[in-house]
């Protein structure tokens, strides 16, 4: 099962390739399938059965996604939007586009609001299965630490009271109608303006959504010894005056001081879990003396975790001056 899982991967990954490309030769089930060595009846059925949709829907999707981010972000002429991703005509495109979000590509770029975006899925993930470290190599990039002063902005998220750690958070979530990882993350990469957001970055990572845990006397007693409440969103301008979805919350954040643990990019799949202790360790020894500083558990202060292999793992903890 795991080898599929990892055949679906490949091909997940080559479907956005070609899509950022503008490359519709290699973008069929045909040319994916022969990639691998299947016939396409057989890839269509294993696609579905471990991804959870059809080949087809997630294709056409993507390719949706993609294009809604030209139309929001660029002044290009829409019909040539839709030719350069596989549509036939301005029509089929229209349709399509209304069907997913239902709302014109001419409407949306006039009114940018959020809609659920399908996101990349990734069948494979070591953790998510239960594979663990594969723990081939270390990385000897020492972690890096340092104060910085974050200006006021805007987090727009959703939260849990209960959930301890990421995997559990958007376990939790997915009871939840409309909180589900596929579609708050889907509404939030559809968002303009994100604070974190890095476009030109190769990393799946990179759309600007970061977990968060905010102080909070209702949350959860964390391993650092106060009360915490998890949280999922993106950092937004002061002035963001967009749309809120209607399942999210959006809350002023003041200007502060952090802390930053920060180490630099790392092989997810060798290097998880043994990082993630690494960090921690800092975390816990770090000594504030003769910083002027310690960590802030005041009500309302909050953490940013970051994480994307493919540029830096880091915690932004809120410090307070100290006499």
Request: charged share 30%; aromatic share 14%; with cysteine.
């Amino acid at each position: 099962m795991y080898e599929w899982q990892k055949q679906i991967q490949t091909i997940v990954d080559e479907i956005d390739k070609c899509i950022k490309n503008y490359n519709s030769e290699d973008l069929t089930l045909k040319s994916l399938s022969n990639s691998l060595g299947y016939s396409e009846f057989y890839m269509t059925r294993k696609f579905k059965e471990i991804a959870g949709i059809q080949f087809r829907d997630y294709l056409r999707y993507r390719k949706l996604g993609f294009a809604l981010k030209e139309i929001r972000d660029t002044d290009r002429n829409i019909v040539n939007i839709a030719f350069d991703y596989g549509f036939s005509s301005h029509e089929a495109f229209t349709r399509a586009f209304k069907k997913a979000y239902g709302i014109t590509p001419t409407e949306y770029r006039k009114n940018p609001k959020p809609v659920v975006l399908r996101t990349k899925i990734s069948p494979f993930d070591r953790y998510f299965l239960g594979l663990g470290e594969i723990g081939m190599i270390k990385s000897t990039e020492d972690i890096k630490t340092y104060f910085i002063t974050i200006p006021a902005h805007k987090f727009l998220h959703i939260k849990n009271y209960e959930s301890n750690g990421y995997w559990d958070f958007w376990e939790k979530q997915s009871v939840i109608e409309g909180q589900d990882c596929d579609t708050i993350c889907g509404l939030l990469d559809s968002i303009k303006g994100k604070l974190d957001d890095d476009e030109g970055s190769e990393s799946d990572a990179s759309s600007g959504q970061v977990m968060a845990y905010i102080n909070d006397s209702k949350g959860r007693l964390c391993d650092w010894g106060f009360l915490r409440t998890e949280c999922y969103g993106v950092r937004l301008p002061i002035d963001y005056n967009g749309e809120i979805p209607p399942q999210m919350q959006m809350i002023d954040i003041p200007e502060g001081e952090y802390i930053v643990f920060e180490h630099g990019r790392f092989d997810y799949e060798q290097e998880h879990r043994s990082l993630e202790e690494k960090i921690e360790k800092a975390m816990s020894e770090f000594s504030f003396e003769d910083t002027g500083y310690s960590y802030d558990k005041e009500e309302g202060r909050i953490m940013y975790f970051h994480f994307d292999p493919e540029r830096y793992w880091k915690y932004i903890r809120p410090v307070k001056r100290v006499e």
